[in-house]
C-alpha cells in the first residue's frame, strides 16, 4: 500500500490538516505531529497530551468500496489495528464501543473518525488517533487516562509503535478491500471491553445493568438487561458506568 507520512512539530489538528490536504498518489497519507494545540476527542471532549510524548496521528485513506450501510467496518478495523499493535506492549487490551482503546478500565486511546461522502459512497476517510504512550502523570478532569509508560514503567519508542500500528491497519484495511466484513466484525466484537456479563450503563433514564449482545453493522450497540429485554443505542445514547 502506497503510504506517504508527514511529520510536524505542531498543529493546530492533524484531522484538519488531512482535511485541506490533496493526495500525491498515495494510497494512504499519515500525519504526525508532536503537538496539537486543538486536537479534539468526541464531540467537545479534548485531548490532554504532553509535548514529544505521546502518539498524535491521522490517517487518511479512500475507501471507495465501502458501502454507506457499512461505514462502521471502517471505526471497526481502526480500532481493531491499535488493539492489535499495542496488545503486543502489554495484556489487557480490549476495545470500548464504539472506537475507544482500553487497558483494564482506563482509556489509553480514542479515536475521532471524519467520513467524507460523495455521490453515494465514502470519498474519504480520516482516523485521528491519540495514544497516551510516554505521559507520566494526566492533569486535565480526563476520569481515567492511562499511559503504556505508566503499565510498563519505561518508555516506549514513538516510532516503533506508529509502525506497528500501520502494518496492523494496512491488514484489517486489506480485509474490508476484500470484503472480508464478517473477519472485521468478529475480531472487533472478540475484543470488546465488557465483553461478558451484566455491567452497568447510564442512559437518559438512568442507570441500569445489561450484557452485551451485538454491534450492529450500522454500529447500533445492542443490549439486554435481566428482564430479556433487548435496548438498541447509537453513540451517545448510553455510557458505561466506570
Known sequence: MKTKIIRLDEVDSTN??????????????VVLADFQSAGKGQGTNTWESEKG??????????PTMVP??????????????????????TDGITLKWPNDVY???KKISGTLIQNVIGQGHIKDCIFGVGIDVNQVEFHSDAPNP???YQILGREVNR????????KAFEYCYSLIENGDYGDIAALYMDALYRRHGFWKY?????????????????????????????????????EFVL
Open 202 to 238: 447510564r442512559d437518559a433514564d438512568g442507570e441500569f445493568e445489561a450484557a452485551f449482545v451485538e454491534v450492529e453493522d450500522d454500529g447500533h450497540l445492542i443490549l439486554r438487561d435481566p428482564k430479556g429485554v433487548m435496548r438498541s443505542y447509537t453513540f451517545k445514547e448510553v
Open 146 to 148: 492511562v499511559s503504556l
Open 68 to 89: 454507506l450501510a457499512r461505514q462502521f467496518q471502517l471505526s471497526m478495523a481502526g480500532a481493531i489495528a491499535l488493539k492489535m499493535a499495542l496488545s503486543g506492549y
Open 53 to 62: 510524548k505521546n502518539l498524535l496521528f491521522s490517517i487518511l485513506v479512500h
Open 103 to 105: 487497558w483494564n478500565d
Open 159 to 166: 516510532d516503533e509503535l506508529l509502525q506497528k500500528i500501520l
Open 16 to 29: 484538519r490538516y488531512l482535511a485541506d490536504y490533496a493526495p500525491d498518489g498515495e494510497e494512504m497519507t
